[in-house]
């Protein structure tokens, strides 16, 4: 079976892959008013990790993985045009609440890859007219047969140094649950996991935690795929609408 590798920026070694992510394949974004929900994930000296979605003027939905590595105030979230160094406004993260499920190896590759993350405070967006995006909400299906878009700042040629200035982005279509446990076998849970095929594109180092959009809303959170980032087998996702509860639940709570 090919090795998993969960696409974030840190090359932290498991036993089934490496933590990685990017767009391969894809094309420059024009502008981040066509994907207006995206942010860039940074640890504190300013370098980019994972992408993330907003889904309320505070909070940030991101990968769980993405933020395993300490504390608050190692993170920071990044509002930027659709250049990832260019004019950009920085905020800092006062929570980090992860899914209290979420488990690396456990029943499948990363089950339960998802997490809030809350700013210190609300997000001015005129800068650059972002907006959060709706969630796919519980009853919203599976998606499969539909043609959905990933965006992120991730690598684009399967190593860990060609990072792009600006913003890429594919289109790919759902497969069934069927279709993606015959790629990934045990890995993949069609409770917690959604798969895109995206034939000679996909993500992969750095793309970790940003959003797949399907019919104008998040579907998924990118979470893993290939080792080496082969776009030879699907892309799995956090799969939104199986936790379209629990992140309203949670962020009403805090």
């Not at 950009?88 to 029943?107: F, L, R």
């Not at 339960?112 to 299906?141: C, E, R, W, Y």
């Not at 043609?147 to 289109?171: A, F, K, Y």
């Not at 959170?221 to 799995?236: E, H, N």
């Amino acid at each position: 079976m090919v090795s998993v590798l969960v696409f974030c920026l840190l090359l932290v070694d498991l036993s089934y892959g490496n933590s990685l992510s990017r767009i391969i394949g894809g094309s420059d974004v024009n502008s981040i008013e066509d994907h207006p929900h995206q942010v860039s994930l940074q640890n504190r000296f300013g370098s980019h990790m994972c992408g993330g979605s907003i889904i309320d003027n505070q909070w940030i939905l991101t990968a769980a993985h993405c933020v395993d590595s300490g504390g608050p105030s190692g993170y920071k979230i990044s509002l930027n045009s659709e250049l990832l160094y260019g004019d950009s406004t920085i905020y800092d993260v006062a929570q980090i609440i992860k899914h209290p499920n979420y488990n690396q190896v456990d029943d499948g590759a990363y089950p339960n890859d998802i997490a809030l993350l809350k700013l210190k405070t609300v997000m001015d967006f005129q800068q650059f007219n972002h907006k959060a995006i709706t969630l796919a909400p519980a009853d919203s299906g599976n998606f499969a047969g539909t043609t959905c878009t990933i965006t992120g700042w991730g690598n684009t040629d399967g190593g860990v140094s060609s990072i792009p200035n600006v913003l890429q982005q594919t289109t790919g279509k759902i497969l069934s649950g069927a279709d993606c446990a015959a790629a990934w076998s045990s890995n993949y849970n069609h409770q917690v996991h959604i798969c895109i095929d995206n034939s000679n594109t996909g993500s992969c180092n750095g793309d970790s935690g940003g959003p797949m959009v399907c019919n104008g809303v998040l579907a998924g959170v990118t979470s893993w795929g290939a080792s080496g980032c082969a776009t030879s087998y699907p892309s799995v996702y956090a799969r939104v609408s199986n936790y379209n509860e629990w992140i309203s639940t949670t962020i009403a709570a805090n």
